[in-house]
């Protein structure tokens, strides 16, 4: 368990010192843009269900809900397990 601030600003670096910055590019609006034409969805869950479309990436997650309906997008939820 983490008991100071100083703790927990460490382990939160060490995790996002493992992690790529995906920029977003205009490819990636236009499939965003193009996700919520097809069906309603906040721009958050576009711009997240296009990089991962985009980047050939798997979306983890447990909402699993708001991103079924998009075509090839290679859903996982880790509560399933």
């Known amino acids: 368990m983490i008991k100071s601030p100083l ?3 460490i382990k ?7 992690c790529d910055v995906i920029a977003i590019s205009d490819e990636l609006i ?3 843009i193009k996700l919520r034409q097809q069906k309603s969805m906040s721009v958050c869950d ?7 479309l985009e980047e050939g990436l798997r979306l983890v ?5 708001d991103f ?8 996982f939820n880790p509560i399933d397990l």
């Open 7 to 9: 703790r927990f600003s």
């Open 12 to 18: 939160w670096n060490n995790f996002f010192s493992n």
């Open 30 to 32: 236009n499939m965003a």
């Open 46 to 52: 576009a711009l997240i269900a296009a990089t991962s």
């Open 61 to 65: 997650t447990a909402n699993v809900r």
């Open 68 to 75: 079924k309906h998009i075509n090839n997008l290679d859903l």
